[in-house]
């Protein structure tokens, strides 16, 4: 999977882990669920963890 295919939209970042929200391609999603067969691993406040398989990565939310 290419990092550009997903695109981040949206982060709503909290200090409580369960009230974390990103819009990833148009869908809002919590840290545990998944976008494009990639796992959210962790919500930051500017940019995502992401795991697919054994890869791991961090995408940045950027305003264009």
């Known amino acids: 999977l290419k990092d550009s295919s997903l695109r981040i939209q949206a982060i709503?970042?909290?200090e409580d882990p369960l009230?974390?929200?990103v819009v990833i391609?148009?869908?809002i999603l919590h840290e545990g669920e998944t976008a494009d067969?990639?796992?959210i691993q962790t919500?930051?406040?500017e940019a995502i963890?992401?795991?697919q398989g054994e890869r791991?990565?961090?995408v940045e939310f950027r305003i264009n």
């Open 37 to 39: 067969d990639c796992y």
């Open 43 to 45: 919500i930051h406040p």
């Open 19 to 21: 009230r974390r929200i």
């Open 49 to 51: 963890e992401v795991r």
């Open 25 to 27: 391609n148009g869908c």
């Open 56 to 58: 791991l990565w961090t």
């Open 12 to 14: 709503a970042w909290a």
